[in-house]
């Protein structure tokens, strides 16, 4: 089976970093994938990583160690628009092309002034 | 490019009665996968379809069905609604099928319907 783990909240302040862990136990990896979610919306992409390392994209980093099954997502120089849900997801692949995705329950983040 | 796009938006339905979603997915994308999203299951995957195939499906009963039209457009009918259906169902499309696995085959997720059974 595969299974998902990360916090269900966090908080922290404005101008502040933070780090949302996630770890997991899946077969098939092919890669982990983190969204954002603001209330009410659609889940949008953020980053991506399939080999062991850190991913940087402006204020958003992305790290993965595939032999650990454990990713975080590191959010710098924290916004009051970065309070959202982030959702950390595994995808497998099946057969040829196919994918599969697997979320995990979401971290709720709440950035206060 | 248009997004995915989903209808209805929001919809209010009784127990017993059925319901069906539409998604279009971004022009070009073959793929659409339909989840269920609630507060206390997070997402979770119903099925895939590519060219018109059902190619994935999750752990859900056989009340939940879809199907993909030629233009890759696809439904999903919930049929017999329960109280525990009600929830936020979310449809995403991608390029899986048509490139080989990347980082470029992201979903890229509609709006959703949001489907309440009273």
């Known amino acids: 089976g595969q299974n998902i783990d990360q916090p269900t909240e966090m908080t922290a302040t404005e101008g502040a970093i933070v780090q949302i862990n996630c770890t997991y136990q899946t077969s098939g990896f092919n890669g982990l994938f983190w969204y954002q979610q603001h209330a009410g919306e659609a889940p949008t992409f953020l980053s991506y990583n399939v080999l062991d390392g850190l991913e940087e994209k402006g204020r958003f980093s992305s790290f993965l160690s595939r032999s650990k099954g454990y990713s975080y997502l590191l959010l710098k120089e924290l916004q009051m628009k970065d309070s959202a849900s982030y959702l950390c997801a595994v995808r497998a692949l099946t057969g040829s092309y196919g994918q599969n995705f697997v979320f995990g329950p979401g971290t709720r983040l709440s950035v206060l002034p | 490019k248009a997004g995915v796009t989903q209808t209805p938006r929001y919809l209010i339905k009784t127990r017993g009665q059925q319901v069906t979603l539409s998604c279009s997915p971004i022009s070009g994308h073959r793929s659409v996968s339909w989840y269920q999203q609630t507060p206390g299951q997070g997402l979770q995957f119903l099925f895939e379809y590519f060219s018109e195939t059902q190619r994935n499906k999750g752990n859900f009963p056989g009340r939940f069905s879809g199907r993909q039209f030629s233009n890759s457009r696809s439904e999903m009918n919930v049929s017999t609604l329960e109280l525990g259906d009600s929830a936020l169902y979310l449809c995403?499309?991608?390029?899986?099928?048509?490139?080989?696995?990347?980082?470029?085959?992201?979903?890229?997720f509609g709006a959703g319907s949001r489907l309440t059974v009273l």
């Open positions: 995403a499309s991608s390029l899986a099928g048509q490139v080989p696995s990347s980082g470029a085959n992201v979903l890229t």
